[in-house]
């Protein structure tokens, strides 16, 4: 029997891959560029899926869907398929102002009121995306309290390599803080236009360095800091963290309404100390309340990443400087985290694809 020429037989299999859709961009993976470096040799058919971020939450599906596809071809018998990623840059409507060296994603996560466990989620969010693969910084932009130090176990000055500030390395996160910068018991009291500056050096004046994602930990509330940011760099969207209670969603909604007036898109909402499940116990305990995140999510649009319950160990994870992500990640927290993370990964990838 004649054999099939090695172009015919790429088109069939580029033609069977067709099939497999991304569910977030909503077309085949032929058409969005995702098949690399496809080879054939024989019977044995290997290629590449190269996604838009290694957070993907159905990856997994996309490569069994991909197997089977291929496999199903008169005279497959092997299929190797190798799922990789690539991190898109998020890219400003009008030129390149806002745009960070080094930085391709900025994602500011923001509360409308203290206390609420803001640092806790920017951090393990920080480091579930580098837990995924990819190439992640946190800027502590809390210049008035700032605490990502203190949760990562890092203390010590920064270094300068060319006027540029050289960030800390720490669980494989780039980081930088203004707690780096000063004494520890030393306050910082600066009125608007010195944060203006200070945000902006946070910026532009850190040698971030090839970075996918560069999580921004703002203060509470909608003061300075966040016009600041919002103005000076491009922000591909912004994270709210809330807790259940009637007052701080109700702060949450501020926070919403500053960043759209800013027209910052909303990546979604997660609600902190959602329940409380005591040691060897199964029963949830709503000490704050229950719904405030899903009253945000029916009243703004806006997509519920996640209910994150309170745990020991989150706490005791930030105080050792190890997050609950890294130190137990199979904790019912971390697991939560980390689903919020793929989620917040998938809608910067939709976000770009628009």
């Known amino acids: 029997m004649r054999q099939p020429s090695a172009a015919l037989a790429e088109a069939a299999v580029l033609d069977a891959l067709r099939s497999v859709r991304d569910p977030d961009l909503h077309q085949d993976i032929v058409a969005l560029g995702f098949v690399k470096n496809l080879r054939i040799c024989n019977s044995h058919v290997a290629f590449s899926i190269e996604l838009t971020t290694p957070a993907c939450p159905v990856k997994e599906l996309m490569k069994s869907q991909a197997e089977r596809a291929v496999s199903a071809l008169p005279g497959v018998t092997q299929v190797s398929v190798e799922m990789t990623a690539r991190v898109t840059a998020s890219r400003p409507v009008l030129g390149e102002k806002g745009l960070i060296p080094g930085v391709k994603n900025v994602i500011a996560v923001s509360s409308g009121k203290g206390g609420v466990g803001k640092s806790t989620i920017a951090v393990n969010l920080a480091c579930a995306l580098q837990r995924f693969g990819a190439r992640v910084g946190i ?16 203390s010590g000055q920064p270094t300068v390599v060319d006027k540029r500030i050289v960030p800390f390395e720490r669980h494989g996160l780039q980081v930088m ?10 306050p910082v009291i600066w009125r608007g236009p010195m944060l203006h500056s200070a945000v902006r050096q946070f910026l532009f004046d850190v040698a971030w360095n090839d970075l996918d994602y560069l999580v921004v930990d703002l203060p509470p509330g909608t003061g300075d800091a966040q016009l600041s940011l919002s103005q000076q ?5 912004a994270v709210i963290v809330t807790t259940p209670q009637d007052v701080s969603v109700l702060d949450v909604k501020k926070a919403i309404r500053m960043f759209q007036t800013v027209n910052v898109p909303i990546l979604g909402v997660v609600e902190n100390m959602a329940w409380f499940t005591p040691p060897g116990h199964t ?3 709503y000490l704050f309340g229950q719904g405030g995140g899903e ?3 029916r009243e703004f649009g806006v997509p519920l990443l996640g209910q ?10 930030g105080d050792s400087g190890r997050p609950i992500t890294i130190a137990a990640p199979d904790s019912a927290s971390a697991k939560v985290l980390t689903e919020i993370a793929g989620k917040v990964a998938q809608q910067v990838s939709i976000l770009n694809a628009e």
Do not use: F, K, T, W
């Open 233 to 237: 760099a491009h922000l591909i969207g």
């Open 308 to 317: 994150v319950p309170l745990e020991i160990a989150v706490r005791e994870g």
């Open 295 to 297: 009253r945000i999510q």
């Open 139 to 154: 800027l502590d932009a809390d210049v008035y309290g700032p605490n990502v130090p203190l949760m990562l176990g890092l």
């Open 177 to 186: 803080s203004m707690a780096l910068l000063v004494a520890e018991d030393q």
């Open 283 to 285: 029963e949830r305990y």
